[in-house]
């Protein structure tokens, strides 16, 4: 199905946005390193110095990493030697997701008792 969607030149990505909890968010980490392993993570757009891939292997890891209201890329191991950045201008890049498979990811956070941001997947 996918691969004949990119042969078709339907090249949309597929998206899941939720509303978690910080107990949740844990889970989702959890989820994420027992099908994944280790993974790295990149913010999707940021300056030179900030768009190294930095590995991942615990959910203190991803918590810590990844702040509210910023996008992710998730890049598997096998990936990464695929990892391209799209220059912007004045030393900005962007996750160039032509050119690998990765998740797109946004974390959901509780910004006080009554609001939870929305966090999202979505394969590129």
Do not use: H, W
């Amino acid at each position: 199905m996918l691969l004949s969607s990119i042969e078709s030149g339907n090249n949309m990505s597929k998206q899941f946005n939720f509303y978690a909890t910080y107990r949740d968010e844990e889970d989702i980490c959890k989820i994420l390193l027992s099908v994944l392993g280790d993974f790295y993570i990149v913010p999707e757009r940021g300056d030179s110095s900030s768009m190294t891939p930095k590995r991942i292997s615990s959910v203190d890891d991803i918590l810590r990493l990844c702040k509210t209201g910023k996008m992710f890329a998730i890049i598997n191991e096998v990936c990464l030697e695929l990892f391209q950045l799209y220059s912007l201008s004045n030393d900005m890049f962007r996750v160039d997701y032509r050119s690998f498979p990765c998740l797109e990811y946004s974390r959901s956070i509780e910004v006080d008792k009554k609001t939870v941001s929305l966090g999202r997947f979505a394969n590129i």
